[in-house]
């Protein structure tokens, strides 16, 4: 009898002799299956499906301590070590979530958790890892918790008791993610009272919302922006940025998405390493893995609040797709760093000088 699934794990068993160092996110590309179903594969005591309420169980996260979070998309990955604590979630359809916490800091989307495994990955160096994975309904990695030397691993077994279901193989009939509506045509766009209400901002967070009121694109609103308040820069200005971030001392805010996350660090930058393809943070708190290859454009944005104007650089992949995106720290009801604005518009200078 023909198995899909027997069929599956003799296929990853073959790559992983091929390809011994590919990750399960890789080795589900080469396979053409998605994370979560090739990791299915492996239930057992390694890998156990957890259900129920998700809410709850990052409530639960607390008690495994001191951990490390990771949220990525296709060109970054943002690990975040810290303790899980001040969850939030609020009413309503958008099913949004909060994590505010110095290390810790997330938006979550809950409607976009779909699956959880708990995973332990046996390792030859450094002890076996433990951790929680959670995907969307497509089977793609939303978020990822691991513990860490300094967590308690009774709190990660708690976990896995209280939130066990029956442990079937996940399969997924439907991996296609719907087509992105296209681009509404400039024409179509009242750019005149988008760009008033762009100069009008009292508040970052409502830029969101201005996009969603004219239907637009992140990066049509850039093209559309008020005169003065976007410049295009070098693609690789990342790295030029962050530099200078660490050598001054000045902290930043990185904000990387997937479908169902933000995860955000607040501080200092000081470890950079270039490494093949990868631009990366290295710090003890704080890695950052941003493939550079992947950048199509890059921005300096500014948007007006009532603490004074914001200035962010905000990366792109060809596809219009947000990479990720770089603030200044700043607490609300503060005006920007000054140290951060300069870097910026010397970012932004320099192209105007080139052009």
Same mark, same amino acid.
């Given at each position: 009898?023909?198995?899909?699934?027997?069929?599956?794990?003799?296929?990853?068993?073959?790559?992983?002799?091929?390809?011994?160092?590919?990750?399960?996110?890789?080795?589900?590309?080469?396979? &053409?299956?998605?994370?979560?179903?090739?990791?299915?594969?492996? $239930?057992?005591?390694?890998?156990?499906?957890?259900?129920?309420?998700?809410?709850?169980?990052?409530?639960?996260?607390?008690?495994? &301590?001191?951990?490390?979070?990771?949220?990525?998309?296709?060109?970054?990955?943002?690990?975040?070590?810290?303790?899980?604590?001040?969850?939030?979630?609020?009413?309503?359809?958008?099913?949004?979530?909060?994590?505010?916490?110095?290390?810790?800091? %997330? *938006? $979550?989307?809950?409607?976009?958790?779909?699956?959880? %495994?708990?995973?332990?990955?046996?390792?030859?160096? &450094?002890?076996?890892?433990?951790?929680?994975?959670?995907?969307?309904?497509?089977?793609?990695?939303?978020?990822?918790?691991?513990?860490?030397?300094?967590?308690?691993?009774?709190?990660?077994?708690l976990i896995v008791e209280k939130y066990?279901?029956?442990?079937?193989?996940?399969?997924?009939?439907?991996?296609?993610?719907?087509?992105?509506?296209?681009?509404?045509?400039?024409?179509?766009?009242?750019?005149? #009272?988008?760009?008033?209400?762009?100069?009008?901002?009292?508040?970052?967070?409502?830029?969101? &919302?201005l996009l969603r009121k004219y239907k637009l694109t992140? #990066?049509?609103?850039?093209? $559309?922006?008020?005169?003065?308040?976007?410049?295009?820069?070098?693609? %690789?200005?990342?790295?030029?940025? $962050?530099?200078?971030?660490?050598?001054?001392?000045?902290?930043?805010?990185?904000?990387? !998405?997937?479908?169902?996350?933000?995860?955000? !660090?607040?501080?200092?930058?000081?470890?950079?390493?270039?490494?093949?393809?990868?631009?990366?943070?290295?710090?003890?708190?704080?890695?950052?893995? %941003?493939?550079?290859?992947?950048?199509?454009?890059?921005?300096?944005? *500014?948007?007006?609040?009532?603490?004074?104007?914001?200035?962010?650089?905000?990366?792109?992949?060809?596809?219009?797709?947000?990479?990720?995106?770089?603030?200044?720290?700043?607490?609300?009801?503060?005006?920007?760093?000054?140290?951060?604005?300069?870097?910026?518009?010397?970012?932004?200078?320099?192209? #105007?000088?080139?052009?």
């Amino acid at each position: 009898m023909n198995n899909p699934t027997s069929h599956l794990r003799a296929r990853l068993k073959e790559l992983k002799v091929e390809h011994p160092k590919l990750r399960a996110r890789d080795q589900a590309e080469r396979l &053409g299956v998605s994370e979560v179903e090739l990791l299915s594969l492996g $239930l057992s005591k390694d890998v156990i499906r957890l259900g129920g309420d998700f809410k709850d169980l990052l409530k639960d996260v607390k008690q495994m &301590g001191y951990v490390m979070a990771l949220t990525r998309n296709d060109h970054v990955v943002h690990e975040r070590k810290g303790v899980y604590d001040n969850l939030t979630f609020y009413e309503g359809p958008h099913n949004m979530g909060v994590a505010v916490n110095p290390d810790i800091d %997330l *938006r $979550l989307f809950m409607n976009e958790w779909h699956y959880a %495994l708990a995973v332990i990955m046996r390792r030859d160096k &450094g002890g076996d890892l433990h951790g929680l994975q959670f995907f969307d309904a497509y089977g793609a990695a939303v978020h990822k918790i691991y513990a860490t030397p300094k967590s308690t691993l009774a709190g990660w077994a708690l976990i896995v008791e209280k939130y066990r279901v029956e442990q079937e193989p996940i399969v997924i009939t439907d991996r296609q993610r719907p087509t992105a509506e296209a681009e509404r045509p400039d024409s179509e766009v009242n750019v005149r #009272t988008f760009q008033a209400e762009w100069r009008g901002l009292q508040d970052t967070h409502h830029f969101f &919302g201005l996009l969603r009121k004219y239907k637009l694109t992140r #990066t049509q609103a850039l093209r $559309l922006a008020p005169e003065g308040l976007v410049t295009p820069v070098d693609r %690789l200005a990342v790295e030029t940025v $962050l530099a200078t971030a660490a050598a001054e001392g000045v902290p930043i805010m990185c904000f990387v !998405h997937s479908k169902g996350c933000i995860q955000i !660090h607040s501080g200092p930058v000081k470890n950079l390493k270039r490494m093949g393809d990868w631009f990366n943070v290295l710090d003890p708190a704080f890695n950052l893995h %941003l493939a550079t290859g992947a950048i199509d454009r890059a921005y300096v944005v *500014r948007k007006p609040t009532s603490d004074g104007t914001v200035t962010s650089l905000e990366l792109f992949d060809e596809h219009g797709e947000m990479i990720t995106y770089f603030f200044g720290a700043r607490k609300p009801g503060q005006p920007e760093l000054p140290e951060w604005t300069a870097i910026l518009e010397e970012t932004a200078w320099t192209v #105007t000088q080139t052009v």
